[in-house]
């Protein structure tokens, strides 16, 4: 099952719902989420302007342009703020691979070292990772609307979003299809995601709209 299941108390003895008709994901096509009732998110991941530590004109700088930005915005946007704890044992297991493929004893030893150094100090302690989103809508009318005219659609209001997040110092990219259902994946299944990784070819229905409730 994709998103797993969860349970839910109700008056004729608790039923499971599944939480996949919780979320109410319809299809994921060319990377555009769509949701019943003919509505669609693109989704942009960005990174962050750390503003403490800019110079006072260059603060005022950042403000005028995000004002700017605020008033250029072609529709409601949504931000969202993704807090995660990081994988430390993936992130040594793929330097470990490393290790066993590096010839010089030199960079082994080096690679070796370096794993000790960061187990060590993270030993205890948990090291948490944020990504930030912007979730821009679009809701059509007409149920007869034609795919190819709303992608365009929304990818005018990404130019535009894309375009004033630059202004503002950030680097941005439109998550493909996989990305955004790994985000919700994510979300859903914290744990899985270690030992149950999405892969593209178990998504095909999904892809396909074949996937409906």
Known sequence: MLF?????????????SSSRKQIRIKE???GILILPGNRYRSIIETSAVNFELRSEEEKDQIIDNFQNFLNSLPANIQIL????????????????KKQENEESQVYKDQIQNYCEFISDLVSGNK?????????????????????????EQIQL?????????????????????????ELFYTFYNPDQIKSQ?????????????????
């Not at 797993?4 to 499971?16: D, E, F, H, I």
């Not at 990784?197 to 409730?213: R, T």
């Open 197 to 213: 990784p999405l892969k593209a070819e178990n998504l095909k229905p999904l892809f396909e709209g074949a996937y409906v409730n």
């Open 127 to 151: 090291i948490l990772s944020r990504k930030f989103y912007v979730i821009i809508p679009y809701d059509v009318l007409d149920k007869k609307s034609d795919f190819e005219l709303i992608k």
């Open 81 to 96: 703020i993704r807090v995660r704890e990081v994988d430390i044992d993936k992130y040594l297991e793929d330097f470990t």
């Open 4 to 16: 797993g299941r969860s349970k839910t108390n109700s008056s004729n003895g608790g039923k499971k």
């Open 157 to 181: 209001r990404q130019d535009i979003i894309v375009k004033g997040l630059e202004k503002l110092g950030m680097k941005t990219r439109v998550l493909d299809s996989l990305e955004v259902l």
């Open 28 to 30: 994921v096509k060319e």
